[in-house]
């Protein structure tokens, strides 16, 4: 007798991560496939890490007090709204959970972060697809794809893999759209990568009345975390307290906590913010070389540029990878290519823009 396993899950797809250096043929290839930070560990952070290590026989907080308290602090809302786990992939289950039944819909653009989209399936949801306009969510479409079985709308902001953004006005008449008890779950895994200053915040627009909002973002990406893992929910203080019951106890390591608290302290920001700021402009910089090089790079306001090459997308991550440059395909859209250090994005831009010249995309 083999297991009766739920046939719903049966075909579920596996999270698809980065290609790494070991895989490729090439050697020393640049890695750009996985939106990490390209930098050391913020200042201190080894230091606490090391330091909690010495304790490790003990279990972490449950609460993860310390951390939460300065999450809390630096956005300017109570410590009960904010709900910790391991990393943001670890929160979009529990999350869902708590609204989301078989059957239930749940409203996505297409195509963005493939995560949220599973974890409703996981739970016999109903994902429901609504495609991007100009590589951008068409908030209006999805306001219309709303019907009464409809639990959740997720909105990416900063978009995986496009890096397109949705703005303030256009936000704000979507979410009055959208039923008072719908989850709106903004995932803001990039937020810190927004130079534009007419782009909503989840946390901003929970506080100005629509409590229906939750906001999930990270250590992974402008604190350089990846590998530590730890992400955050904000949202109202009910949701928040239902959806700590659901994230498992203690999944949020000793040596986790330590490290995401040291690297909101005022050095670590400080230099934080410097390397945001050269994240930033060299993501301009890039964009500007691939569109002059006839490729029509939509505004990202990621860590990371999107390449619309469509049908040619495997073909072109292919062709960088035997030069040395690792880039995520997402056939049959297009290319991602994450912003790493200058001189590794010098060896995308001199492996691309030769490749690009030679057939013309739209
Ligand atoms: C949009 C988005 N959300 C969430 C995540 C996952 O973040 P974490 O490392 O906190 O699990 C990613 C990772 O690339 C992402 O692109």
């Not at 330590?258 to 945001?276: D, F, H, I, Q």
Request: charged content about 20%; glycine content about 8%; proline content about 7%.
């Amino acid at each position: 007798m083999t297991v009766r396993i739920r046939p719903h899950l049966l075909d579920l797809p596996s999270y698809r991560a980065g290609r790494r250096p070991s895989q490729v043929a090439v050697g020393n290839a640049v890695k750009l496939s996985s939106n990490e930070s390209p930098f050391p560990l913020l200042p201190g952070v080894a230091e606490s890490i090391s330091a909690a290590a010495g304790e490790l026989n003990r279990y972490p907080d449950p609460n993860q007090g310390a951390l939460r308290d300065v999450i809390a602090e630096d956005l300017g809302v109570d410590a009960s709204q904010v709900v910790v786990a391991g990393g943001t992939l670890a929160l979009f289950g529990p999350l869902l959970q708590c609204v989301v039944a078989e059957g239930d819909e749940v409203v996505f653009a297409w195509r963005t972060f493939e995560a949220p989209v599973t974890a409703t399936a996981i739970l016999g949801g109903r994902p429901v697809l609504v495609p991007l306009r100009d590589w951008r969510h068409d908030l209006a479409a999805m306001a219309d794809a709303v019907t009464e079985r409809t639990r959740a709308v997720v909105v990416c902001n900063p978009n995986n893999p496009t890096g397109t953004v949705v703005k303030n006005g256009e936000a704000r008449q979507f979410l009055d759209r959208i039923p008072p008890d719908t989850l709106v779950l903004f995932d803001e895994a990039y937020v810190d990568f927004v130079t534009d200053p007419d782009v909503p915040d989840g946390v901003e627009l929970l506080r100005a009345g629509y409590e229906n909002v939750a906001s999930l973002r990270t250590f992974s990406k402008a604190q350089g975390l990846a590998g530590l893992r730890v992400g955050y929910c904000v949202t109202s203080e009910r949701l928040a307290a239902v959806l700590t019951r659901l994230v498992p106890v203690f999944s949020v390591s000793r040596l986790a906590q330590a490290g995401a608290v040291a690297s909101m302290s005022p050095e670590a920001s400080k230099e934080k913010t410097a390397r945001l700021q050269l994240t930033t402009s060299e993501r301009e910089r890039v964009s500007t070389r691939l569109r002059e090089a006839g490729i029509g790079v939509p505004a990202s306001q990621g860590n990371f540029v999107w390449l619309p090459v469509g049908e040619s997308s495997a073909e072109l991550a292919g062709k960088l990878e035997a030069e040395g440059v690792i880039a995520r395909a997402y056939p049959p859209d297009g290319v991602r290519v994450t912003i790493g250090l200058p001189e590794e994005n010098d060896a995308f831009l001199a492996a691309a823009t030769p490749l690009l010249r030679e057939k013309s995309h739209p």
